[in-house]
């Protein structure tokens, strides 16, 4: 264990857990947004997908980070789009729309990624990190933590924003009254299905840039399934998070320290079975949910359709 | 009066798959009047509110706004237009404070004005002469105090027409009194208040002027000149007369409505034998948003009806449950006959003849896709005769329900008829058939009248009186005092959780069942 712990292993299991976390903390953020508002969106996998893969080809045409991530997010929110219409407008059953979209995002982005690549991977250039002056000469826990892409800081940034916008904003109040109790919402002259969209949309924005971050800065490369669950490490972590935005940031930094120690392991070579090492993630998830998912707090109306007059 | 109406409707015509639910009114609300809609379930009150409040469309006729058509296609548009609706149900989230529920709708976007909407909420407490806490949560408030934040918020922007649907059901006898001031306040101030109610009493404690509504229509008015020179008898009868025209052919309904608590109980009960059921020290753990029992205990004699009062949320549902079998007490016990029940389950506690009537029809009580037949047999499923060896045999189970359809006067297309397609009448009909059957003993009653037009109250009203004459032991919850005094023998009051007092029904039993609601008097 000694030879293990060298200044060395820690930075870079800090560092990895940093950018495994960033986009489940995106996820689950926008994940948080969605439940707020009375959708459970189980279609969150595949926004990130698509959003992994819509980045990866807007960064690899362009060569612009920005421009990647700016068509992660919109590739997300197209995904989110068809949920908005199917679960919000039209008020299909979300759980199965969810899995729908999920499945068909996989498959499309396998399709098109083959077309296009056919069975290469290409590339990125290594993203450029952006070292916070100061912070980043830190021993060990510096170039860790403190030496990322700007897309990391801006991620950790939204959560006391979202926070904000949730306590301090009519935006959170009808957020809040949508999934609560969408007909007070209503009655109060607030559109609940335009609430809602804009929820879901919010949603597909984040996950699709957590998605994009995954592709360029994470692995540099769009593989199909690349995102291996990490939308619904995303729900699970919103779901613990009962609407506290500072708590998915917990959430995803254990979630992150897993997923990175699972690398790390690998990388240093200790001698336990690789599938063994890769179940430690939903272990985690496991054990989390089993000690605070008790009571999850989730919003009454999660999951409802709501119909103007019906109860 | 010779002020223009501020909010007028003509010919509104609202049509439901198979129903219309209003017909062809017109109306007049003047501001500075308490203008009450008066009429039983189904009368189409709460329609026309949906179509002032822009949650319903109107698929003909027109509504005035200070005498400019308007047509009201949202919530929004409704405020807009300066009317401020309260629904009979609380439409406020539980979870947010008083301040952050009366901001909510405010704005989409922006951020919240905290320190003006403070100003405004004590502009208003004043007004009204309420007091409350900005910064409670809203589900920590009574009932009385949630319907005092709906109010301030329909009145928030200065709205000159506050509708109040069925504002009273859920109110104490003190928070009746109450709400009452805070209406003639603002009729002082210029307001037209709409009220709507199914008692007759209140429509003319509060009322300037009076509208009846019967089967969707407009039958008739009694304006405030003629109202003031009415006493209440004259002015029940005259409203008694518009909505039956004779009441000759409609006595029980008519008294129904007037609800005068006729005491119809005369039969003295044979308490020197053993009660029939013994409660003791029942006591239930509670989940957020519910009321658990605390130490809820009474003795019940065959042949007696034992009322219970109080506001609903007060652990009435528990009792039910408890009372069924549905739900464990945590502590205490229930004897049946001599025989300790509490802790076996519903069918056991059937097969002893205990009963169980919920007031969740179509939840709890039915399977609304299943056939009449179907729910009649619910709780019996297996039971020889009708099942061998796990089969079902259809022919004995429908012709089982033909019985009970023509014993209970079930109004339904067949037996084979989905319960859902029926009305809630016939539903609670069904539902009576089948829990009272011939080896009943005791039945427990939740809120059996909640939601039924006059005829279908008036009828399980006197099944329960028959039930009683004939011997069975009756629990009977209710939130309705008139059902209690009429049906009761003794009555009890739950208040959060407890059973306060059981008393003999008799003269004056109002004023202090009142208090106990109140929980001011133990």
């Given at each position: 264990m000694e030879t293990l712990l060298t200044p060395a292993f820690v930075t870079a299991l800090l560092f990895g857990a940093v950018t495994a976390g960033v986009p489940l903390l995106l996820a689950g953020l926008g994940e948080q947004v969605s439940e707020k508002a009375g959708v459970l969106n189980i279609g969150i996998e595949g926004m990130m997908l698509a959003g992994a893969y819509a980045g990866f080809v807007a960064a690899y045409y362009s060569g612009s980070f920005l421009a990647g991530f700016v068509a992660g997010g919109l590739g997300g929110a197209g995904v989110a789009a068809l949920m908005a219409l199917f679960c919000v407008r039209l008020g299909m059953n979300q759980i199965v729309i969810g899995i729908a979209l999920t499945l068909g995002a996989e498959g499309l982005t396998a399709l098109l990624h083959h077309f296009q690549f056919s069975r290469s991977y290409p590339r990125l250039d290594a993203a450029p990190a952006l070292a916070l002056p100061g912070l980043a000469e830190i021993p060990i826990v510096g170039p860790a933590l403190f030496s990322h892409h700007w897309l990391v800081y801006l991620a950790v940034l939204l959560v006391p924003l979202l926070a904000w916008v949730f306590r301090r904003t009519h935006l959170g109040l009808n957020l809040e009254a949508a999934g609560q109790m969408p007909a007070a919402l209503d009655a109060a002259g607030i559109g609940v299905l335009a609430t809602r969209t804009f929820a879901v949309l919010a949603t597909g924005f984040l996950a699709g840039m957590g998605g994009a971050y995954m592709a360029n800065v994470g692995a540099g490369l769009f593989v199909p399934f690349m995102t291996g669950g990490a939308g619904f490490m995303g729900i699970v972590l919103a779901m613990l998070a009962r609407g506290r935005p500072s708590w998915v940031l917990v959430g995803s930094i254990v979630f992150g320290l897993s997923l990175s120690l699972t690398t790390a392991f690998q990388v240093a070579g200790v001698n336990v079975p690789t599938d063994v090492v890769q179940m430690l993630p939903f272990l985690m998830v496991m054990l989390m949910l089993v000690l605070f998912a008790r009571h999850s707090g989730l919003p009454p109306a999660l999951g409802l359709p709501y119909v103007r007059g019906s109860r | 009066m010779g002020k223009a109406p501020v909010l007028s409707l003509r010919g509104v015509t609202k049509r439901f798959?198979?129903?219309?639910?209003?017909?062809?009114?017109?109306?007049?609300?003047?501001?500075?009047?308490?203008?009450?809609?008066?009429?039983?379930?189904?009368?189409?009150?709460?329609?026309?509110?949906?179509?002032l409040a822009g949650m319903q469309q109107p698929d003909a006729g027109e509504i005035l706004s200070h005498g400019r058509a308007v047509r009201i296609g949202s919530p929004r548009e409704s405020l807009g237009l300066g009317i401020g609706t309260v629904f009979q149900h609380v439409?406020?989230?539980?979870?947010?404070?008083?301040?952050?529920?009366?901001?909510?709708?405010?704005?989409?976007?922006s951020r919240l004005d905290r320190a003006g909407t403070l100003r405004r909420f004590h502009d208003l407490s004043q007004a009204l002469a309420v007091s409350l806490d900005p910064e409670a949560k809203l589900g920590a408030l009574s009932l009385g105090q949630q319907q005092q934040v709906e109010i301030m918020r329909a009145l928030w922007r200065g709205e000159g027409v506050l509708i109040l649907d069925e504002p009273t059901s859920m109110l104490t006898p003190q928070g009746v009194r109450e709400l009452g001031e805070v209406m003639r306040r603002l009729r002082g101030q210029g307001v037209a208040v709409i009220f709507i109610t199914h008692k007759l009493r209140e429509a003319y404690e509060f009322g300037d002027r009076i509208s009846v509504l019967r089967l969707g229509r407009l039958v008739g008015q009694l304006g405030p000149e003629r109202l003031s020179a009415?006493?209440?008898?004259?002015?029940?009868?005259?409203?008694?007369?518009?909505?039956?025209?004779?009441?000759?052919?409609?006595?029980?309904?008519?008294?129904?409505?007037?609800?005068?608590?006729?005491?119809?109980?005369?039969?003295?009960?044979?308490?020197?034998?053993?009660?029939?059921?013994?409660?003791?020290?029942?006591?239930?753990?509670?989940?957020?948003?519910?009321?658990?029992?605390?130490?809820?205990g009474f003795d019940l004699w065959p042949g007696e009806v034992l009322g219970i009062a109080g506001v609903d949320g007060n652990g009435q549902k528990h009792l039910a449950e408890v009372l069924a079998g549905q739900r464990m007490a945590a502590q205490g016990s229930i004897r049946l006959g001599g025989v300790e029940i509490g802790g076996t389950d519903v069918g056991a506690?059937?097969?002893?003849?205990?009963?169980?009537?919920?007031?969740?029809?179509?939840?709890?009580?039915?399977?609304?896709?299943f056939s009449v037949a179907t729910n009649l047999v619910m709780k019996e499923i297996g039971v020889a005769g009708l099942w061998r060896h796990g089969v079902s045999l259809w022919g004995r189970i429908h012709g089982h329900a033909r019985e009970r359809i023509r014993e209970f006067d079930i109004r339904t297309p067949s037996e084979r008829t989905p319960v859902g397609r029926l009305s809630g009448g016939n539903i609670q009909k069904v539902l009576l058939a089948r829990e009272l059957g011939s080896a009943a003993r005791v039945v427990i009653f939740n809120k059996p009248t909640y939601g039924l037009d006059l005829q279908n109250t008036k009828l399980a009203r006197d099944r329960?009186?028959?039930?009683?004459?004939?011997?069975?032991?009756?629990?009977?919850?209710?939130?309705?005092?008139?059902?209690?005094?009429?049906?009761?023998?003794?009555?009890?009051?739950?208040?959060?959780?407890?059973?306060?007092?059981?008393?003999?029904?008799?003269?004056?039993?109002?004023?202090?069942?009142?208090?106990l609601m109140t929980g001011a008097a133990a």
């Open positions: - | 798959p198979g129903v219309i639910a209003n017909d062809n009114i017109s109306l007049d609300f003047r501001a500075g009047e308490i203008h009450v809609l008066l009429g039983e379930n189904g009368a189409g009150k709460s329609t026309l509110i949906g179509v439409l406020l989230v539980p979870s947010l404070t008083v301040l952050e529920n009366l901001m909510l709708g405010r704005g989409r976007a009415m006493n209440q008898e004259q002015a029940t009868d005259e409203v008694i007369r518009l909505m039956f025209g004779s009441p000759s052919g409609h006595q029980g309904e008519a008294e129904t409505l007037a609800g005068r608590g006729i005491r119809r109980r005369a039969g003295i009960i044979d308490r020197s034998g053993e009660a029939i059921l013994r409660a003791r020290d029942l006591s239930t753990v509670a989940e957020t948003g519910e009321c658990p029992l605390r130490e809820v506690r059937r097969r002893m003849g205990l009963r169980y009537i919920t007031d969740e029809r179509l939840g709890e009580g039915t399977v609304q896709p329960i009186r028959e039930g009683a004459d004939a011997g069975l032991a009756t629990v009977l919850i209710s939130t309705e005092l008139d059902e209690l005094i009429e049906l009761a023998d003794r009555i009890g009051v739950m208040f959060q959780g407890r059973l306060a007092g059981i008393i003999d029904n008799r003269e004056g039993v109002e004023q202090r069942i009142g208090l």
